[in-house]
Structure formats: C-alpha cells, structure tokens
C-alpha cells in the first residue's frame, strides 16, 4: 500500500527538512501576521512547479495535479506562532522576535508538509488524482480553518488530512485512533452587575467579590453534579477581575472561562448552566448577572475509516510498534471545520524525547521537539495521500 520510493526520498530529504524546521522556528509569527512564513512557503512552491493561490490575508492552498485522474486528499500543516518568549535561549535556532515563539511546533508541521510536497511531486506522474496542500493560517485563535473553508481550500476535496506533533508521546510513535482526539473548545464570560460604594459600609452595598467568588466555587458543580460522569468534560475559570481599589466595594466583576468535552448535548447543557448558575447566585445577592458564550472549535472526531487507512499506513511504513493509542486530549484544534466539507482523520507524531529535553508541555517557553520525529511526520503525509489516492 505504501510506497518504498516516497520513504526512500524522505530519507534523502532529511537535512532539508531540519533546516526548513530552524529557518521558520527562528522566524515566528503570529496568527494572522505569518507574512514572512506565506512568502517562504511560496517561493518553494515555486520552485517545486507546485500551482498555488494565496489565502486572504495569509496562508497558502496549493495543489499538485496528478498523472492520472482520481480523487483529491487534502493535507494540512499550520504555520503561525505564539506570544510566549522563547526559554531555549541555547539553541541556535531560538526565537529572533521577542515574545514570540513558535511554542506549539506549527514550523515542524510547515516543514514536513513542504517536503511531502516536495516527494509527491517527484512522483506525480504515477499518482492517480490531486493533493491540496493546506498551509494553514491562525489555529492558535481558532480562526484559520474557517477562513481556509470559506476561501474553498477544500472544495472539491475527498478525504482531509493532519498532523500534529506531539511532546506527550515517545519518538517514534503515531496515534490516529477512530472517534474523538480533541474536544470542542468554547469560551465565556460573565459579567456580574452589584453596587459599590465604601469598603467600611458593605451593608450599605452589593459586594460584586462576594457574587464572583461564589460562582467560581458553585460553577465546578455544573460538570461534576449535572453531566453523565461517562461523558468527559472540564469548566475552567481562566481570569477574574474585581474591583478598582483596596477600600471600594466592587461594584462590577467580570470572570472568563473556557469549556472542553465531545458530546454536542453536552455542550449545550453546559451553556445553559452557566447562564442558570450565574444568574441565580448573582440574584442571591441582589446582583444582576449577564453571560456571553463564543463556540469555538468543534471537537475533531476522526472518521473511521480514514483512520483506519492511516493506522494501515503507520504499521507498514513504521512497524506495529510504531502504533500507539493516545487517548483524547481536552485541547482543541480547529482542523475539526474541515469535516464539515469531507471526512478525514488528524494524526498525532511523538516528539518526547528525555535525552533531548523534548518532553515540555505544549505553549511553554521551553517546548521543542525531536527533529528525528519530523521524518516520520513528513512521511506520513505523503505515504497517507499516496494510499488513499491509489488504493
């Protein structure tokens, strides 16, 4: 099923594929501001003979047309950074921009895409359909894979699929199980209404402190009192901010949060809870209470049949022991708005390495990964396109 020749040019590319890596870790930007990357990314299409149309205002779709007609499989790889300073003030390749950081391994995932790219299109002549190539815009603020819909990087499109690198698991293993891999992240926030007024005469006032921090306390109970305990879900308070002085009463105060699980109904219930339990401890104190709920990415549930083609693909082109049951995480990604065009399936590459300081946790200053990782990433973007168009 796989190809022995794609697995060999990999190899052969492998040098490449580190440097691509360090150029654009040293070179990170943000969600939206991934000029420089957009540039980059074009210029070696270019050079490939890869056809290609830039995203609006960032961001790359390009195609590769195969020999052969067929059926089209999109690959994606997000490019932008995130505004943490970079720890790893030792390695050459550190950070040139303060404050931003490429924390998460988006430039490994830019790099294996463009040379997967690079491989298929040395053996397009025997490729019997497309591959899009998705270099994807803005995932950290949940936003790119919406605008890449709605610009139509995947019309047309049959299957769809991603990578992520992942510090919590060995080199040298891959993980695409069926069902969920990232939960659906939402964010909310509630805005409590009292009346302030002279930190000695609290009788003579409605404490906004006291209502804000009966709600954090209460708000836990949501999950742990009214969700099915076999449905997975976590309700985080992020961020409270009360009061203006150390002597006033706070008259306003305001609490952000986050939502993660799997299951649509149990989204909603939790939504619906949050206005509920705000509103009612807020009228406990006489306080008003107004909630503001943004969905943001839908949980990615990989399809089972495109997972099982990549497991297929991981055990032959890696080993049975290369095969690794991650379970899902309560992170989210917004490659799950692709689905809404075709199915598809998002595979997790392990990175953790102890000997290389390689096991951080994503979004921390001192993430990295095991570039030895990036080979089998690279691979398994092409060995997966290769097999669904051929198979």
């Known amino acids: 099923m796989i190809s022995q020749t794609i697995k060999q040019s990999i190899l052969q590319y492998s040098d490449e594929l580190t440097a691509i890596r360090r150029k654009l870790h040293s070179e990170p930007e943000l969600s939206w501001e991934e000029v420089n990357t957009t540039n980059f990314v074009c210029e070696y299409l270019d050079q490939l003979g890869i056809t290609y149309r830039r995203a609006t205002p960032t961001g790359v779709i390009a195609t590769i047309k195969g020999g052969m007609p067929g059926k089209t499989v999109a690959l ?18 550190a950070s040139k921009h303060p ?18 790219a690079k491989v298929l299109t040395e053996h397009k002549a025997n490729l019997p359909g497309n591959v899009r190539l998705l270099f994807q815009p803005a995932e950290e603020v949940a936003e790119g894979a919406k605008a890449f819909v709605k610009q139509g990087a995947v019309d047309d499109v049959d299957n769809v699929f991603g990578i992520h690198i992942w510090s919590q698991m060995p080199t040298g293993k891959v993980s695409c199980t069926p069902g969920p891999s990232f939960a659906s992240a939402d964010l909310f926030k509630v805005t409590f209404k009292g009346k302030g007024g002279h930190g000695a005469l609290p009788h003579a006032c ?27 879900a976590v309700l985080t308070i992020g961020k409270m901010v009360v009061g203006t002085r150390f ?34 401890v807020a009228a406990i104190y006489g306080a008003t209470a107004t909630l503001e709920y943004t969905r943001g990415t839908q949980a990615v549930i990989n399809e089972e049949e495109s997972a099982r083609l990549a497991v297929d693909v991981i055990t032959e082109s890696f080993g ?7 379970k899902p995480t309560m992170g989210g990604e917004d490659f799950s708005d692709y689905f809404a065009k ?3 399936c998002f595979a997790l590459v392990g990175s ?6 390689t096991e951080w946790a994503h979004h921390h200053g001192k993430f990295n990964i095991d570039e030895d990782a990036m080979v089998i990433g690279a ?12 198979k």
Request: hydrophobic share 35%; aromatic share 8%.
């Open 342 to 344: 075709a199915p598809g």
């Open 320 to 326: 049975s022991s290369a095969v690794y049951q991650e």
């Open 206 to 232: 409605i404490d906004t402190a006291i209502v804000a921090s009966s709600f954090v306390m209460n708000a836990q109970s949501i999950v742990s009192r009214t969700i099915d305990t076999q449905q997975p």
């Open 352 to 357: 953790g390495n102890p000997e290389k300081d």
């Open 379 to 390: 691979e398994l973007y092409a060995q997966y396109a290769w097999s669904y168009l051929t």
């Open 76 to 93: 994606r790889g997000d490019m932008d950074a995130l505004s943490i300073e970079e720890l790893n003030t030792d390695i050459s390749y």
């Open 99 to 116: 404050g931003k950081m490429h924390a998460c391994g988006h430039d490994s995932h830019t790099a294996m895409l463009l040379i997967a």
């Open 247 to 280: 002597n006033v009463i706070a008259e306003n105060a305001e609490i952000e949060g986050t939502v993660r699980c799997f299951d649509q109904q149990v989204r909603d219930h939790i939504e619906t809870q949050l206005e509920h339990y705000a509103k009612q």
